[in-house]
């Protein structure tokens, strides 16, 4: 049995000749949070329609509980609970009623199953206001409750805080965080947001243009946000060899033949100002930086950041 | 299936339009009492007051237009909120989703001619056009059955194609020249169309005058001539539901 609840194997799907999601090899562990992160139209919902069966894979496999979704419709639905896109109900119905349909769909034998899946998300329990009348919050917050209206082990979430006010978000959080620490459910959560996914995630991939560029536990990911020295010079190999020799610096990377990333901070930069200027090696500046997530998400993606 | 069925009929909370198509049922009842009236008839064969009451425009025009319209309301709202991929995943499976509307088509359709077969015996025995009788009741309200339950397999292909689209227009346009096509066609085969080979089936005993076929009545021809539209609905349905995600 995999340690993953979900596991993809090069997922892929293209529409025509134009790849929406390309060779993605996602691992979800439980009882953790997963936040899948990426600009808008990075592949994110694409990827979880993929997993929860409702839109076809071109290519690769997906893996719910260690099975393939397809033909174990029955045995693997009923645990999970998901929202993809902006939620939709039936708009001649109060929230209530909408939930007793999908309760009833579901054969959900708790008596109040309902009215505490209301409760959880901060709704009115028998309001006579009708979905229609619905804010854009409210009817999140109801997709919400309908996706843990049965107490399912994995909760597959696509953008939950879209339309929420920042309070709402902030309490979306804190029940999303409560699921998973207090009731051990598994979450996969998408956002374009990335503090969002920063404040709420325990393992993070990171997609661009369809593609997993990075897939780790956010902890290593904020080792990888420290601090470094950054250095434009003159003559990059020279500036090399005197750091290597001089100053023993050997991690470090370089950027467009004039930029040096140096990520032991403790180097003193007034001697490797002097180092480098008596080797006839320019330094344009130097400077000492800390790296975001944010940072990282450009450098990673190439271009610009992300909200 | 009975829990599909159920969860359907709470759907329909607060859709008045529904209750109000049901009046249509009192159409041609009426206009039978204004015409009886108006020629001041009295003492006439019940069956010719039904046929103009029960058996004529309303299995031909009225009731299937209802039935497709009603289709389409059932329908309508699951797509155009894009609630299928909710529903998909409970999961509730495709067919079962398809013929749970059916049957609520199906029970709507009988309810209407019911309604209607009442509104008839009121309006020809009240006034006194007809006296009553409990063997012509018995046949009208037998025959209303029968229409209100072969016209829901005969809408079924608009309730297919009004699963297959997000709008309404379309299927609503759709029910329109399917409903006027089955009447037209009448006049050259009444085992083309579901809504003429319904007449062949309602007129079988030859009992009611006035309905008159160009071709010889076969009841099981007409059937099968449902039965075929309604094993290609299905067919389309379940490609079209597969495709809808």
């Known amino acids: 049995m995999s340690d993953y609840l979900i596991e993809t194997k090069q997922l892929t799907k293209t529409y025509g000749d134009q790849a929406a999601v390309k060779d993605v090899n996602l691992h979800v562990k439980k009882g953790r949070i997963y936040g899948l992160l990426g600009r808008n139209g990075a592949g994110k919902t694409t990827i979880m329609k993929m997993i929860l069966g409702l839109t076809s894979i071109t290519s690769g496999e997906v893996d719910v509980f260690g099975q393939n979704i397809k033909g174990h419709e029955k045995r693997i639905y009923p645990r999970i609970g998901a929202i993809i896109e902006t939620p939709g109900f039936y708009p001649n119905l109060t929230g209530t009623e909408n939930l007793e349909i999908f309760a009833r769909l579901r054969g959900t034998a708790a008596p109040n199953a309902v009215k505490n899946a209301l409760k959880v998300v901060g709704l009115p329990y028998k309001d006579k206001k009708l979905f229609s009348k619905y804010s854009l919050g409210m009817k999140q917050r109801l997709g919400i409750a309908n996706a843990i209206l049965h107490d399912p082990e994995l909760l597959i979430l696509d953008e939950p805080t879209n339309g929420l006010d920042p309070i709402g978000i902030a309490e979306m959080r804190d029940f999303i965080k409560h699921l998973s620490a207090e009731r051990g459910k598994t979450i996969l959560i998408s956002s374009h947001i990335l503090s969002e996914i920063s404040l709420l995630a325990d393992d993070i991939g990171i997609i661009d243009h369809g593609t997993l560029l990075v897939e780790n536990t956010m902890k290593v990911l904020e080792k990888k946000n420290r601090k470094y020295i950054l250095l434009r010079i003159s003559d990059m190999p020279k500036a090399m060899l005197i750091l290597e020799q001089e100053f023993h610096v050997t991690n470090f990377d370089m950027y467009d033949g004039h930029t040096l990333c140096i990520y032991d901070t403790s180097l003193d930069m007034g001697a490797v100002n002097k180092a480098l200027v008596m080797h006839d090696v320019s330094v344009i500046s130097s400077q000492l930086c800390n790296d975001t997530l944010e940072d990282y998400f450009k450098r990673i993606t190439g271009g610009e950041g992300i909200a | ?245």
């Not at chain 2, 008045?16 to 064969?45: Q, R, T």
């Not at chain 2, 008839?120 to 009553?132: K, Y």
């Not at chain 2, 809408?155 to 689209?165: C, E, T, Y």
């Open chain 2, 1 to 245: 299936m009975l829990n599909l069925v159920q969860t359907e009929f709470l759907k329909l909370r607060r859709k008045k339009m529904i209750w109000f198509m049901l009046l249509a049922a009192f159409i041609m009842p009426f206009f039978s009492f204004v015409y009886y009236n108006y020629f001041e008839a009295s003492g006439i064969d019940p069956v010719a007051f039904y046929k103009l009451a029960a058996f004529g425009y309303t299995p031909f025009i009225i009731l299937p237009f209802v039935l497709g319209v009603f289709c389409v309301v059932l329908m309508h709202d699951e797509n155009r909120y894009d609630m299928l991929k909710q529903l998909w995943i409970v999961p509730v499976s495709k067919m079962g989703y398809f013929f749970s509307k059916f049957i609520v088509v199906l029970i709507y359709s009988i309810v209407f001619m019911l309604i209607s077969a009442v509104a008839t015996v009121l309006f020809s025995v009240l006034p006194g056009f007809v006296a009553f009788e409990w063997q012509s009741v018995g046949f009208l309200a037998e025959r209303c059955l029968e229409i209100g339950v072969l016209t829901a397999f005969a809408v079924m292909p608009i309730l297919a194609l009004a699963a297959s689209k997000k709008g309404y227009i379309f299927p609503v346009c759709m029910t329109l020249l399917y409903v006027f096509l089955g009447f037209f066609i009448t006049s050259i085969s009444m085992y083309l169309h579901p809504v003429s080979s319904i007449s062949v089936i309602i007129a079988r005993s030859g009992n009611i005058q006035g309905l008159a076929f160009a071709q010889n009545i076969n009841v099981p021809l007409a059937l099968f001539c449902i039965f075929i539209w309604d094993a290609l609905s299905v067919l389309f349905a379940a490609f079209s539901l597969r495709k809808r995600k």
